[in-house]
């Protein structure tokens, strides 16, 4: 199994390496898409595989590195075999920080890896905000989509999640945004997030699952001294834009697999008929016991239906 990193291609960072770069943030001053940073998953047996890739997207706050041992997964099973690409979103992970932060553009930094890779057609597999990204590239560019798969998302925006569901992710943000990380100037990695822990504690964010997937995206520069690889504050200026959606008018008549968290509010009962009406392909699957990660909580049945979805599709 191969694991590359990609990194967006600007004139600060042609032709470099990983090691030295890996923490390298570029800010890009444009409503325009970016090139995304990805990682590619790929063995012998993708080679000579013809069939669609994977383009795997995460969710707010999220990044290419909660995908890895998904892909292994996917990579291992599918029939037939497909190449994996899983990106980190702008704004995340190694990829640009920009001021600008919406679906559109995160759909139109999709278009531009399509380019990048040289490639016409793609299965799209989006989480959260990843998976409200690739419906919105499903519905106005269904020509690039094969099919679609949506981790714990709908498409449907109602006033209920507007006030109670995304307004969780706003507040972690603005906590994050209050932690001082000057201090940790010189400390080691290891320490440095058992100190930033203690904080967030603090700070009233007490699920050490939530913490600890938090606390992946700190990061230590160079010079040692520490940041977020989430562009905190542009993510809080523009994060009424992830409230923005109305897909009522598209269709997008392809293959759709939705896979939600039984115990999620993400994708709740009321949704399952106005969801029909957009994709009328769909199969919508609820696994037991699961939140909102439910491919990080349940990953092997997470990956069997994926793998089902797929291998029905031929």
């Not at 595989?49 to 383009?55: K, L, T, V």
């Not at 560019?141 to 006030?163: F, N, Q, R």
Request: proline share 5%.
């Amino acid at each position: 199994m191969i694991f590359i990193k990609r990194f967006p291609n600007t004139k600060h960072v042609n032709n470099c390496i990983k090691s030295k770069f890996k923490n390298l943030h570029v800010s890009v001053n444009a409503k325009t898409a970016v090139n995304l940073a990805y990682q590619v998953i790929q063995n012998d047996k993708t080679k000579n595989s013809s069939a669609n890739p994977i383009i795997i997207s995460h969710g707010l706050m999220g990044q290419s590195n909660n995908w890895k041992s998904v892909s292994k997964c996917l990579l291992q099973d599918l029939v037939p075999n497909r190449k994996i690409y899983v990106i980190d979103n702008r704004n995340h992970g190694d990829s640009p920080h920009t001021p600008d932060h919406s679906y559109e553009l995160m759909s139109d930094d999709t278009v531009q890896l399509y380019s990048t890779l040289g490639l016409t057609e793609a299965v799209l597999l989006g989480h959260s905000m990843g998976g409200r990204a690739f419906m919105h590239t499903a519905l106005t560019k269904p020509e690039k989509v094969s099919s679609l798969i949506l981790v714990d998302i709908s498409p449907i925006i109602e006033g209920d999640e507007v006030k109670t569901i995304l307004a969780d992710p706003l507040n972690i943000l603005k906590t994050l945004a209050t932690i001082d990380l000057r201090k940790q100037k010189g400390i080691e990695l290891h320490e440095g997030r058992k100190i930033v822990d203690k904080e967030l504690k603090k700070l009233s964010i007490d699920r050490p699952g939530l913490r600890q997937f938090i606390l992946q995206n700190l990061k230590q520069n160079p010079d040692r001294s520490w940041s977020w690889k989430i562009n905190i504050p542009t993510l809080i200026e523009k994060y009424s834009n992830l409230k923005l959606l109305n897909f009522k008018n598209f269709v997008y008549d392809k293959p759709v697999l939705i896979v939600a968290g039984e115990k999620s509010n993400f994708v709740p009962i009321s949704h399952i008929e106005p969801i029909k009406k957009i994709f009328p392909n769909v199969r919508i699957e609820f696994v037991p016991n699961a939140g909102h990660l439910v491919h990080m909580e349940h990953s092997k049945l997470f990956c069997e239906i994926v793998i089902d979805f797929l291998a029905s599709l031929h």
